[in-house]
C-alpha cells in the first residue's frame, strides 16, 4: 500500500492546540485552535507540499468545525483557509462567533 492510497486519519491532539492529519505514522497537515471561553480560534491550517490536493485540509476543517459543533462553542476562522472553507459550507456558518464579545460567553 503507498501513501497515495492509505487511509488519512485525524486526530484531536489537545496537548498541541491542534488537530493533526496523519498517513500511517507521517504528519501530513494540522490545524492549530486556541480555545478561549465559548470560542475557538482557528488561526491556521498547514499540509505539508507533498500532500497537498488529496483533502486534507478539507478534512482537519470539518474535523475541527465538527468539534466546535459538539462542544456548543463558535468559531473564529482567523485564516483565509478556513473562512473559505466556511463559504464553501454554508451548514457551518451559524458556527461563526459574531464578535468580540462572543469570546467571554461560554
Same mark, same amino acid.
Do not use: K
Given at each position: 500500500?503507498?501513501?497515495?492510497n492509505?487511509?488519512?486519519t485525524?486526530v484531536?491532539?489537545p496537548s498541541r492546540?491542534?488537530f493533526?492529519?496523519?498517513?500511517?505514522?507521517?504528519?501530513?497537515?494540522?490545524a492549530d485552535?486556541?480555545? !478561549?471561553?465559548?470560542?475557538?480560534?482557528?488561526? =491556521?491550517v498547514?499540509v505539508s507540499? %507533498? +500532500?497537498?490536493?488529496?483533502? &486534507?485540509?478539507?478534512?482537519?476543517?470539518r474535523?475541527?468545525? !465538527?468539534?466546535v459543533r459538539s462542544?456548543g462553542l =463558535?468559531a473564529r476562522?482567523?485564516? %483565509? +483557509?478556513?473562512?473559505?472553507? &466556511?463559504?464553501?459550507?454554508?451548514?457551518?456558518r451559524?458556527l461563526?462567533?459574531a464578535?468580540?464579545?462572543d469570546s467571554?460567553?461560554?
Amino acid at each position: 500500500m503507498t501513501a497515495t492510497n492509505t487511509p488519512v486519519t485525524i486526530v484531536d491532539a489537545p496537548s498541541r492546540g491542534r488537530f493533526e492529519a496523519r498517513i500511517g505514522t507521517t504528519l501530513t497537515g494540522f490545524a492549530d485552535y486556541v480555545r !478561549d471561553g465559548g470560542v475557538v480560534h482557528c488561526p =491556521r491550517v498547514v499540509v505539508s507540499r %507533498p +500532500f497537498l490536493g488529496r483533502g &486534507i485540509g478539507d478534512r482537519l476543517a470539518r474535523a475541527l468545525l !465538527d468539534d466546535v459543533r459538539s462542544r456548543g462553542l =463558535r468559531a473564529r476562522p482567523e485564516c %483565509p +483557509f478556513v473562512e473559505q472553507w &466556511i463559504e464553501l459550507h454554508p451548514e457551518y456558518r451559524e458556527l461563526v462567533a459574531a464578535g468580540p464579545e462572543d469570546s467571554a460567553a461560554g
